[in-house]
């Protein structure tokens, strides 16, 4: 299996910053791709922004030039930098991982870190 674990939620005022982090462990062969993904209560699950291994990014219009998304190939980890945030980023927080396991590649999801932007 793969365990992703997230850290770095909480609350902070419109215009703040936070980061968040994840670390993937357990038993696969490489992470294809590695990011992050939200939902707002009542609405679908969104991407935010994701990495592949070779560091190239993809961002939601929504959070582009406020967010920065990079990762470390060695230590199977991700980082989201999110800046000028705003009351509408406020969601639960996903951290996701396309991996390559022995019979192919799967997706995994984190447990979740809640992101409340209010004053």
């Known amino acids: 299996q793969v365990q992703l674990v997230e850290s770095g939620g909480g609350l902070v005022q419109p215009g703040g910053s936070l980061i968040l982090s994840c670390a993937a462990s357990?038993?696969?062969?490489?992470?294809?791709?590695m990011g992050w993904y939200r939902q707002a209560p009542g609405q679908q699950r969104e991407l935010v922004a994701t990495?592949?291994?070779?560091?190239?990014?993809v961002y939601a219009d929504s959070v582009k030039g406020r967010f920065t998304v990079s990762r470390d190939n060695a230590k199977n980890t991700v980082v989201l930098q999110m800046g000028s945030l705003k009351p509408e980023d406020t969601a639960v927080y996903y951290c996701?991982?396309?991996?390559?396991?022995?019979?192919?590649?799967?997706?995994?999801w984190g447990q979740g870190t809640q992101v409340t932007v209010s004053s």
């Open positions: 996701n991982a396309d991996v390559t396991r022995w019979g192919g590649r799967q997706i995994f």
């Open positions: 357990g038993s696969f062969f490489s992470i294809v791709v």
């Open positions: 990495i592949t291994s070779s560091s190239s990014p």
